[in-house]
């Protein structure tokens, strides 16, 4: 369908359609041609000519994206596919049956359709449904649509983007071999105790070049084996460094450490996202890929959804929707504190794009008591690490 819309609805994985508007940049382009919008480059160049309008072809590109409420019933609905079916895998894996491949490939495309109409939803829906209980399943469906964002992000083909999400959806499926004192133990391990964590890479592995069409160095595997390998060589299990690991493993080691430590675990709450950002900032040349950093920024956003944000207003808020691609400065966010009166005020969606208001930074994390009785949920509030 031709579609005309604002240009600041304009997003990556449009198609864009040449009117007579655009003679006046590009006279010799043909009207009626089409150009799908790449990536963020190409996006801002188009973005960068004074149209206020431009026209879209959804028949060869995405469409407007919907807002996260009209999203959410989608998303809550292929999340539940999505954890039944991590279940079921896992359970299978223990009881030596085949892992059903249609099965893990349908749920990995209906969090991909999900995210075409809105890429917070998913994430969103994730972050208030999370319990320490399901820990396991809940990070590898996460991880797995995260992983889906990012390859976009990168401009991979739509192959690549869905082998990388299914092999992040196995990526701990070793873990089912973990022993439970050890996988679920507080705090710190023994060496010995290390050593065996250390196992479940290659036991995900082995589970993985089970499913036949998967090989060593299928993308799907790779994932799973390699991402716990850090890029200056000091991760495992074979201590590969810098490119010798898989690009999509070097993905993957981004988003598995930042749901994990943004996750609530039986013994310890999730951080808070502002410092899970920071520490993987700060990971970046050591642990991460510095070269991907930027990708994984634009991910996660600059205000993560589920981040506490203070706004001009002074009020404070949950971050819902990610800035767009064109604002991302300006997320959409529920407001449900005023911080200088100090008492809630009443829980209403706001679009900072469309009001004068902005974030200012961050939520205090050391005023947190005051806010956290009247929070929306999905919030992260603890900061400690
Ligand atoms: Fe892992």
Same mark, same amino acid.
């Given at each position: 369908?031709?579609?005309?819309?604002?240009?600041?609805?304009?997003? =990556?994985?449009?198609?864009?359609?040449?009117?007579?508007?655009?003679?006046?940049?590009?006279?010799?382009?043909?009207?009626? !041609?089409?150009?799908?919008?790449?990536?963020?480059? /190409?996006?801002?160049?188009?973005?960068?000519?004074?149209? #206020?309008?431009? +026209?879209?072809?959804?028949?060869r590109?995405?469409?407007?994206?919907?807002s996260v %409420?009209?999203? @959410?019933e989608?998303?809550?609905?292929?999340?539940?596919?999505?954890?039944?079916?991590?279940t079921? +895998? /896992?359970?299978?894996?223990?009881?030596?049956?085949a892992?059903?491949?249609?099965?893990?490939?349908?749920v =990995?495309?209906?969090?991909?359709? %999900?995210?075409?109409?809105?890429?917070?939803?998913?994430i969103?829906?994730?972050?208030?449904?999370r319990?320490?209980?399901?820990?396991?399943?809940?990070?590898?469906?996460?991880?797995?649509?995260?992983?889906?964002? *990012?390859? @976009?992000?990168?401009? /991979?083909?739509e192959?690549e983007?869905h082998?990388?999400?299914?092999?992040?959806?196995?990526?701990?499926?070793?873990?089912?071999?973990?022993?439970?004192?050890?996988?679920?133990?507080p705090?710190?391990?023994t060496?010995?105790?290390?050593?065996i /964590?250390?196992?479940?890479?290659i036991?995900?592995?082995?589970?993985?070049?089970?499913?036949p069409?998967?090989?060593?160095? %299928?993308?799907?595997?790779?994932?799973?084996?390699?991402?716990?390998?850090?890029?200056?060589?000091?991760?495992?299990?074979?201590?590969?460094?810098?490119? &010798?690991i898989?690009?999509?493993?070097?993905?993957?080691?981004?988003?598995?450490?930042?749901?994990a430590? =943004?996750?609530d675990?039986?013994?310890?709450?999730?951080?808070?996202?502002?410092? &899970?950002?920071?520490?993987?900032? !700060?990971?970046? #040349? +050591?642990?991460f890929?510095?070269r991907?950093?930027?990708? *994984?920024?634009?991910?996660?956003?600059?205000?993560?959804? #589920? !981040?506490?944000?203070?706004?001009k207003?002074? @009020?404070?808020?949950k971050?819902?929707? @990610?800035?767009?691609e064109?604002?991302? +400065?300006?997320p959409?966010v529920?407001?449900?504190?005023?911080?200088?009166?100090?008492?809630?005020?009443?829980?209403?969606?706001?679009?900072?794009?469309? =009001?004068?208001?902005?974030?200012?930074?961050?939520?205090?994390?050391d005023k947190?008591?005051n806010?956290?009785?009247? &929070?929306p949920?999905?919030?992260?509030?603890?900061?400690?690490?």
């Amino acid at each position: 369908m031709i579609k005309k819309i604002s240009i600041n609805d304009l997003r =990556t994985g449009m198609c864009l359609v040449f009117t007579e508007e655009w003679r006046q940049w590009f006279k010799d382009v043909k009207i009626g !041609s089409r150009l799908k919008i790449k990536d963020r480059q /190409m996006l801002n160049r188009m973005t960068s000519f004074n149209l #206020g309008s431009v +026209t879209i072809d959804t028949d060869r590109g995405l469409d407007m994206r919907v807002s996260v %409420s009209e999203e @959410r019933e989608k998303a809550k609905e292929f999340l539940g596919h999505a954890k039944d079916t991590v279940t079921e +895998t /896992m359970n299978n894996i223990v009881d030596g049956k085949a892992i059903d491949m249609d099965a893990i490939n349908s749920v =990995t495309r209906e969090i991909n359709s %999900s995210l075409l109409r809105n890429e917070d939803a998913m994430i969103s829906v994730c972050n208030e449904v999370r319990s320490v209980d399901e820990y396991l399943y809940l990070h590898c469906v996460n991880v797995s649509t995260m992983s889906i964002t *990012f390859g @976009r992000e990168m401009g /991979m083909s739509e192959d690549e983007i869905h082998k990388m999400a299914v092999g992040s959806i196995l990526h701990d499926s070793g873990k089912i071999r973990t022993p439970p004192e050890i996988l679920h133990k507080p705090g710190g391990f023994t060496n010995d105790e290390f050593e065996i /964590m250390k196992t479940h890479a290659i036991d995900s592995r082995k589970i993985m070049e089970q499913i036949p069409g998967l090989l060593i160095d %299928s993308i799907e595997v790779l994932v799973a084996s390699q991402h716990h390998e850090k890029f200056d060589g000091s991760g495992y299990p074979r201590g590969l460094k810098g490119d &010798a690991i898989s690009i999509y493993a070097q993905i993957a080691a981004y988003l598995d450490v930042y749901d994990a430590l =943004t996750a609530d675990r039986c013994y310890k709450k999730g951080m808070s996202t502002f410092k &899970a950002l920071q520490i993987i900032k !700060s990971g970046a #040349g +050591t642990h991460f890929n510095p070269r991907l950093l930027s990708y *994984f920024l634009n991910t996660i956003g600059v205000f993560p959804v #589920g !981040s506490l944000v203070l706004l001009k207003s002074k @009020r404070v808020a949950k971050v819902i929707e @990610r800035g767009s691609e064109l604002h991302i +400065t300006k997320p959409r966010v529920q407001v449900f504190y005023d911080d200088n009166k100090n008492c809630p005020v009443m829980q209403e969606e706001i679009a900072l794009i469309e =009001t004068d208001d902005e974030v200012e930074c961050f939520a205090s994390i050391d005023k947190y008591e005051n806010y956290k009785n009247y &929070a929306p949920s999905g919030v992260k509030f603890y900061d400690g690490t």
